[in-house]
Antibody, heavy 121, light 107 residues
Framework: QLQLQESGPGLVKPSETLSLTCTVSGASIISSGFYWGWIRQPPGKGLEDVGTVYYNGGSYYNPSLKSRLTISLDTSRNRFSLRLTSVTAADTAVYFC?????????????WGQGTQVTVSS | DIQMTQSPASLSASIGDRVTITCRASQGIGIYLNWYQQKPGRAPKVLIYAASTLQSGVPSRFSGSGSGTDFTLTISSLQAEDFATYYCQQSRSTPYTFGQGTKLGIK
């Protein structure tokens, strides 16, 4: 059974860089057709697609975040990471790592439990 | 980006009621529409994908329909555990946008 677990700091200062890691168990992150992504949810609000890295290392980023965002695979540790630079209070949210194992057009079929990130000095 | 609009934003219903939530896409997305349920403090989970396919393990009282721009999620007979927030999401093109959510509460 596929399981995802987020890790990273809960508090980040404005203008600094947010780094989160998602450790995957139950599947290899280089399994053909598997996609790995991040979804965030600001307090009391809805869900936002942050971006996705594909099993082959390709990626796409939400255009609203593209200039500040990097999502990458760490195949040696079977995990993937998010790096968001120059954070502001608007980046405060619960960040979920997710998997899409049905390839193009498929749903998000597994979610991590989520990690709260607060941007504050 | 494709905009997803859900209605209603909130809904009150009783155990045993039939409930329908609608989702409209700003452009045609074929059948690439997914429905998720989220309970407070928890991650969402997928209920329906490809507009009408029930995810394994999800009760059959949940059903989905639609194609193109208009979609519905129906709960045939509400149970206590169904009170939650429901989101639609299109997976036709990136970014995979979500509706704003429908909060289903107890009447």
């Amino acid at each position: 059974q596929l399981q995802l677990q987020e890790s990273g700091p809960g508090l980040v200062k404005p203008s600094e860089t947010l780094s989160l890691t998602c450790t995957v168990s139950g599947a290899s992150i280089i399994s053909s057709g598997f996609y790995w992504g991040w979804i965030r949810q600001p307090p009391g609000k809805g869900l936002e697609d942050v971006g996705t890295v594909y099993y082959n290392g390709g990626s796409y980023y939400n255009p609203s975040l593209k200039s500040r965002l990097t999502i990458s695979l760490d195949t040696s540790r079977n995990r993937f990471s998010l790096r968001l630079t120059s954070v502001t209070a608007a980046d405060t949210a619960v960040y979920f790592c997710v998997s899409l194992t049905r390839g193009d057009f498929g749903p998000i079929d597994s979610w991590g439990q989520g990690t709260q990130v607060t941007v504050s000095s | 980006d494709i905009q997803m609009t859900q209605s209603p934003a909130s809904l009150s219903a009783s155990i045993g009621d039939r409930v329908t939530i609608t989702c409209r896409a700003s452009q045609g997305i074929g059948i690439y529409l997914n429905w998720y349920q989220q309970k407070p403090g928890r991650a969402p989970k997928v209920l329906i994908y490809a507009a009408s396919t029930l995810q394994s393990g999800v009760p059959s009282r949940f059903s989905g329909s639609g194609s193109g721009t208009d979609f519905t999620l129906t709960i045939s007979s509400l149970q206590a555990e169904d009170f939650a927030t429901y989101y639609c999401q299109q997976s036709r093109s990136t970014p995979y946008t979500f509706g704003q959510g429908t909060k289903l509460g107890i009447k």
